[in-house]
């Protein structure tokens, strides 16, 4: 069983690979043939830690193979996954314009009976459209399945994500789609949850919601702790040891960001509104998030007073660490908000940095540096934007001397404040003192 795998973007280049490491023939297609490629000469044209590895593996063993025929992918498969991107349109709603496209081009292409597995985040009900453009653009009656098999792996740690998945949802509405998508997931049959597609569908969004509301629920709390002696580090420990609430997801900071859960929400909020659901709980999650890049250049004032002509130090762009993801990453906010208020910018990201450069082009008020002892030269200030482990190794009592103020605004809480001041540093941070 021949398996393609269509958009080779975050999702789609680690499905293919991880499949064929799974042992299955895998085809992977995309319709940018720049990225092809790069990809079939076993270069991964985003960075994801052990991607490259993999690739190269696979590749090698004769299993994974890539092309920019699209059609041809799909006429030689029995198996499709749909990888392509469901970005958010101008009225929050997910933008299916990639996947009706796939469903025309399955349609075209559809020479026998094949599986078309939605591995794309979509909202509730996307089988039944992409079941109608199937039926409408095939030629005769050539039978297919619709499936779902949604995605939970995160940028950064995707490859162990996908080889050692926690559950495999299959929302199916066949036994034939059914035992096609449990022999693919043979190794993890225990952690496989059969359903039907509406709630599979819904599973994904309901899942990536909740961890944005759990995200939103401490950065309210943070909120309190700024105004108490509460110290948010300790208050998200000491729920987080109830193990009704877990540690996970209770970090203070700049919010969350990224190619999914502010969409993902966003869709959420929509499908909800269009089901006629009271959706007011994910609204508000929306809200407090939204509120971090403003809470957070207040301290940026309160510490500067005036920002016009300051020399600030950016530390991290991607929107978390171990990626080069800027999708919605809080940087993005923040150096726009700096730029107009006239900051001089040195900009410092281990692996984002390409990728920013094309929002804000190299000028002489926004400059990238090639190390962060670079960035913080002759600074003013340093916010703490992204907390890659980098950062946490830095030798702070050089960068003290190298500074022009030792000012650190830490929207990350990734510093110890104590130690810190003890340099001599000015220190502000998230939900404590
Ligand atoms: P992406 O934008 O990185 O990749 C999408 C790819 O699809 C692009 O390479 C694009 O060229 C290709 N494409 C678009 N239309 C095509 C067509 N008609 N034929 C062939 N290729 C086509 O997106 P991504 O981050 O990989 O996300 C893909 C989906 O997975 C989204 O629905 C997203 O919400 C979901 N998801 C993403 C993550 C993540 O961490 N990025 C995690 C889980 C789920």
């Known amino acids: 069983m021949k398996i393609a795998v269509i958009g080779t973007g975050y999702v789609g280049l680690v499905t293919a690979a991880g499949l064929a490491e799974f042992g299955h023939t895998v085809i992977g297609t995309d319709k940018d043939t720049a990225k092809i490629d790069l990809i079939s000469r076993g270069s991964s044209p985003i960075y994801e830690p052990e991607l490259d590895d993999l690739l190269k593996k696979n590749l090698a063993g004769g299993n994974l193979s890539f092309t920019s ?13 749909v990888c392509v991107g469901t970005p958010q349109d101008e009225n929050g709603r997910a933008d299916m314009s990639q996947i009706e496209g796939v469903a025309r081009s399955i349609a075209r292409n ?24 199937i039926g409408l653009y095939r030629r005769g009656d050539t039978p297919f399945d619709v499936a779902s098999n949604p995605e939970f792996l995160r940028e950064g740690s995707a490859v162990p994500d996908f ?21 693919i997931y043979e190794k993890f049959r225990d952690r496989i949850l059969v359903t039907n597609i509406d709630t599979a569908e819904l599973i994904k969004h309901a899942s990536n919601s909740f961890l944005a509301l759990k995200i939103s629920y401490i950065n309210m709390i943070a909120d309190l702790c700024d105004r ?17 609430i877990g540690r996970q997801f209770l970090k203070a900071g700049l919010g969350y960001g990224g190619s999914c859960f502010p969409k993902d929400i ?29 809470l957070f250049l207040d301290k940026v004032k309160k510490a500067l007073w005036i920002l016009k002509n300051k020399r600030i130090a950016v530390l991290g762009l ?41 929002i804000f082009p190299p000028s002489p008020q926004v400059d990238y540096c090639m190390e962060p002892y670079q960035a913080v030269q ?43 001041r003890k340099l001599g540093f000015e220190y502000y941070s998230v939900g404590r003192k």
Not at 163 to 183: H, N, S
Not at 331 to 346: H, M, N, Q
């Open 110 to 133: 559809l020479n026998g009976y094949k599986v078309v597995v939605e591995k794309s985040t979509v909202p509730v009900k996307t089988s039944e459209w992409i079941k109608r453009v």
């Open 266 to 294: 966003q869709a959420l909020m929509k499908i909800g509104e269009d089901l006629g659901v009271d959706v007011g709980l994910l609204r508000e999650a929306d809200g407090v998030n939204r509120a971090r890049t403003g």
């Open 69 to 81: 025929d699209v059609d041809a992918a799909i006429r030689e498969a029995g198996v499709i996954f």
């Open 163 to 183: 080889l050692e998945p926690d559950r495999i949802i299959v929302g199916v509405e066949t036994d034939r789609a059914r035992d096609t998508l449990v022999k």
């Open 378 to 420: 002759d600074a003013n200030a340093i916010l703490v934007v992204t907390e890659w482990e980098e950062f946490r190794a830095l030798d702070l009592a050089r960068v003290r001397e190298l500074m022009a103020n030792p000012i650190i605004v830490d929207g990350r809480n990734m510093f110890d404040p104590a130690p810190v």
């Open 228 to 244: 108490t002696d509460a110290d948010v580090e300790k208050v998200a420990q000491g729920m987080g040891l109830d193990p009704r």
């Open 318 to 358: 991607a929107f978390k660490p171990e990626t080069d993801d800027i999708r919605e990453a809080s940087s993005i906010r923040i150096i726009r908000e700096l730029v107009k208020e006239g900051a001089t910018l040195r900009l410092y990201d281990p692996k984002a940095m390409e990728n920013m450069k094309e």
